[in-house]
């Protein structure tokens, strides 16, 4: 993820990310631990993926929109692409 600059990861396990032997949660170790990386849980990304495919484009604009929550470690979020 960082010999490509990826900045953020949005990843739709659904609550089941992968786990390394003895029970830490590998995605977020890394991405959060050692990269500093942003993490976008349970994103739905079916319809992006037909969408990319049905246009042939995999190219977008991401555009996240969050609602100013205080004092918490997570909220919800609306995420777009635009073609």
Avoid: Q
Avoid at 18 to 42: A, C, E, K, N, Y
Wanted: proline fraction near 7%; aromatic fraction near 4%; hydrophobic fraction near 45%.
């Amino acid at each position: 993820m960082a010999e490509r600059e990826v900045s953020l990861h949005a990843g739709d396990s659904n609550g089941a990310p992968p786990i390394r032997p003895g029970g830490s949660v590998i995605v977020h170790r890394v991405t959060l631990g050692r990269l500093g990386m942003p993490l976008i849980d349970g994103a739905v990304l079916g319809k992006l993926a037909h969408t990319c495919r049905e246009l042939a484009r995999y190219s977008f604009l991401f555009v996240l929109g969050t609602n100013p929550v205080t004092d918490a470690t997570s909220l919800p979020a609306n995420l777009m692409a635009i073609f």
